[in-house]
Nanobody, 120 residues
């Protein structure tokens, strides 16, 4: 059974940092794109960061460039989102997702989400 399990969310003051983790299990993700999305109340879900598991350049939304970094743990099946210089507008539920390459825009697997709240 494939699972993506996020953790690391919480409440932080503006200017602070959080690191989200996504533990992936149940299959090999070496050729998948791994991504972080977020959804704030009343807003559409947006892609925050994306990177192929094994290699390659990362994509970042303009709103988080220079502040967020997507990476993975070489020793295991974990993807991270390091979030620095957090702003109140970063408040959202953050989701980890996995996309098979070359089969279209659909993401095959999703985590349950983790809440990030940034206070001003």
């Amino acid at each position: 059974q494939v699972q993506l399990v996020e953790s690391g969310g919480g409440l932080v003051q503006a200017g602070g940092s959080l690191r989200l983790s996504c533990a992936a299990s149940g299959r090999t993700f070496s050729n998948y794109y791994m991504a972080w999305f977020r959804q704030a109340p009343g807003k559409e879900r947006e892609l925050v960061a994306k990177k192929m598991w094994s290699a390659g350049r990362a994509y970042y939304a303009d709103s988080v460039k220079g502040r967020f970094t997507i990476s993975r743990d070489n020793a295991g099946n974990t993807v991270y989102l390091q979030m620095n210089s957090l702003k109140p507008e970063d408040t959202a539920v953050y989701y980890c997702a996995a996309q098979a390459p070359g089969v279209g825009p659909t993401y095959d697997y999703w985590g349950q989400g983790t809440q990030v709240t940034v206070s001003s």
